[in-house]
């Protein structure tokens, strides 16, 4: 079996830039990877998953249940695993992706009160790493942004256009929820958290450089891969 590096954080955590940039150094080292990304929006098997982010089952990300939330980006998962990268991962190749398991594990926690977390991580992880028979991490990265900051980013991404944002994304208590999951997550699964947000002397905040975070991540691995 090959090993398995997951970089998770909230929206606008700057995963996607982090997974590439860690992929592009290790590559510069000599370590030949694959770097996947979900949800595969590429592929049919993210309908589902297009179809509850625009709305088509209810305006709001509590309109679909945590359990059936998952099961659509499981089976987007499941799709990937099969025609894409299994077959290297099984033959020993190292695999960066940009979220996981792990963002059902933060986004759809969220959806429940905190007693039930526990209960849903693991019927969350015997689905996918059992049931379904993907593979678990060997590692998360996990990117932690101050909500100030990140909503501060996302915004700036759409260029100020509330409209472009998906349901997940325009709802700001459950993005709050959603940073008490990623939190609770990181603490008791033993992910590798990583404090992507600054303060200067009056206290405002800001993101630490892609260099500077990235360098941390780097360290990180070299005690894992
Ligand atoms: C991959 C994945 C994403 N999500 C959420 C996180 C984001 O709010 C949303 C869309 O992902 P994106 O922002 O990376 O395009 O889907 C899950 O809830 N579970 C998953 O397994």
Sequence with gaps: MGQLIIFEGLDGSGKGTQTKLTAQRLKEQG??????????YDSESSALVKMYLSGAFGDKPDDVNA????????VDRFASYKTDWGEFYREGGLVLSDRYTTSNAVHQ??????MHWDGFLNWLF????KKFGIPAPDAVIYLAVDPEVSQR???ERYHGDES??????????YLA????AAEYCARTLGWHRIECTTAD?????SMRSVEDINAEILAELAGIL
């Design 109 to 114: 926690c969220s959806k429940l009160p905190p």
């Design 164 to 173: 472009k944002k998906d349901i997940q994304e325009k709802d700001t208590e």
């Design 67 to 74: 359990y059936a939330a998952s099961s659509f980006y499981a």
């Design 201 to 205: 002397a009056n206290g405002a905040k």
């Design 126 to 129: 015997d689905f996918e790493y």
């Design 177 to 180: 929820r959603s940073r008490a």
């Design 31 to 40: 370590r030949d990877l694959r770097q996947i990304t979900f949800p595969d």
């Design 153 to 155: 980013l996302i915004t």
